[in-house]
């Protein structure tokens, strides 16, 4: 197995799991299933989508094989008739959430690099590919994008998509780069959750406006 | 007169009609002039721009054809004129946009099909095409987008744009595949609103957010 | 010096201005130092950004210099330190705000201009570079767009772009269009707050939604 085949895994791991966040949250809102279906793929696709658009990298992934965009689909529904048990889930869910937000930070970078260009660049592309999925769907909720006010979610973005960069910089193995950062990611994630780590809040009032 | 120079008029009815419901909607949220100009070219054309965005189909139609955009924004304001009156044509209002959604549906699939890409490709098109004028115009109203959770209308842009491909990947001639869908849509769209029909809604109650 | 290289760092002025009223935006939300540099980021670039994925225009200026990227970022974070004396400087803030609404627009006509695109689409770009940055923020924020219903703003995007458009159509000298229709929109935007000049605002109410 290669190191591209066992991110590809990774990936399609990830995006499951974010349909999933993005069809209970359209859940949470009341929508009918047809929001549920466009919350998910959005959730799901939209960070890596909005990375390509900005790239100007075209075709973009889930129109070339659109069997993806089916199984988010799929998935997205899925959620509905599922969504009782997922009360006893959380835990799992989050696991793999914080996997998610591992993987899509490095893919984004690693694919960033590839189209050759810089490192700086990649790793603001690594953190557009981990969080906008989930910033498109606070929008499309109505909501302020939970990732900007709730516990550490964007700096673990930054940080994996760094990790990965430097490592790629200096030549380091293709598979210990990956393993290293994707390890440091969802570890630091998971810490995040469970400590009630957060980034210093900015507080700003004034009657101007 | 070609199929295509009918279906080119539709779309210039059905772009009309969006621009103001999108003016109504800056209207309801008591904006000024430039918000109304806005919010009706975002509901005019934001569908088929994300669309050609999404495909990375360059030049955008109205930006090749800028004299749209004007009609767009002429059509916006001329609604702040003779908004008294819209309370008295709900109906025909109503009507129109339900020509509008069918006619966008199919124009996005048949857009998208010219391009080279594959069926599912052009039913999601259809569907981006036909709804997400309205998505952008609640975002913009900061509102959850009214089709996420009112009757039966993205997934009547799902069975139009479906109808439409099925139809064209048969051989079916041109004008009978654009008859059909069309009819199939637009009637459909009116039982919806007549009988009140609505996709089934997903509600999800948890503590952990 | 060139005027392309005073139009510069005008426009660096403008970003850096815009970053910090998006920090400080992100600020009245409480959002943590994640949610400000993103939302900084939005504000600062936003509105090019959308200019040129609008025009097919790659690659995106902050992906070809990614200098100026970290230097929003920066701006967004020094602006949470030094936000207690932002409360002193509003009126020199609002200067800097109304100086980068007219370059925004100047330049976002300009390069649409130098791109080959006929007048009325540069006048729709340079206002879509003036003003769709707070546009984005507001929508980040979970609030109405405030171009949309405040004081005079987008009005005079439109004004200050179509004076630069019709300048350079009529062969006027490239530093006279610029300082014309510069000053035109800075004083325009100024005497617009100190009069509190605003668009007419249309109010629709109907019982049907």
């Known amino acids: 197995m ?100 591992a993987v899509f930070s490095v893919i984004g970078a690693q694919k960033t690099l590839a189209l050759g260009f810089g490192p700086s660049v990649a790793i603001v592309m690594g953190v557009i590919t981990g969080v906008f999925g989930g910033v498109i769907r606070d929008i499309l909720c109505n909501e302020i994008p939970l990732i900007f006010h709730k516990e550490l979610y964007g700096i673990v973005s930054i940080v994996t998509a760094s990790c990965y960069v430097i490592l790629q910089m200096t030549d380091t193995n293709a598979w210990i780069s990956l393993g290293v950062s994707l390890w440091l990611g969802f570890s630091l994630r998971l810490l995040a959750i469970r400590f009630s780590w957060s980034a210093p809040t900015f507080y700003y009032f004034d009657k101007a406006q």
Chains 1, 2, 3 share one sequence.
């Open 2 to 101: 290669q190191e591209t085949q066992f991110v590809m895994v990774l990936w399609f791991v990830g995006i499951i799991a974010e349909a999933m966040t993005g069809a209970l949250a359209a859940g949470r809102k009341r929508m009918d299933l047809f929001g549920v279906m466009i919350v998910g793929c959005a959730t799901a696709i939209g960070g890596g989508t909005l990375r390509d658009v900005l790239l100007g990298n075209y075709p973009l992934i889930w129109i070339q094989h659109s069997q993806f965009l089916l199984a988010i689909i799929f998935a997205s529904l899925v959620t509905v008739v599922v969504a009782p048990l997922m009360r006893y889930l959380t835990r799992l869910f989050l696991t793999i959430d914080a996997l998610g937000l």
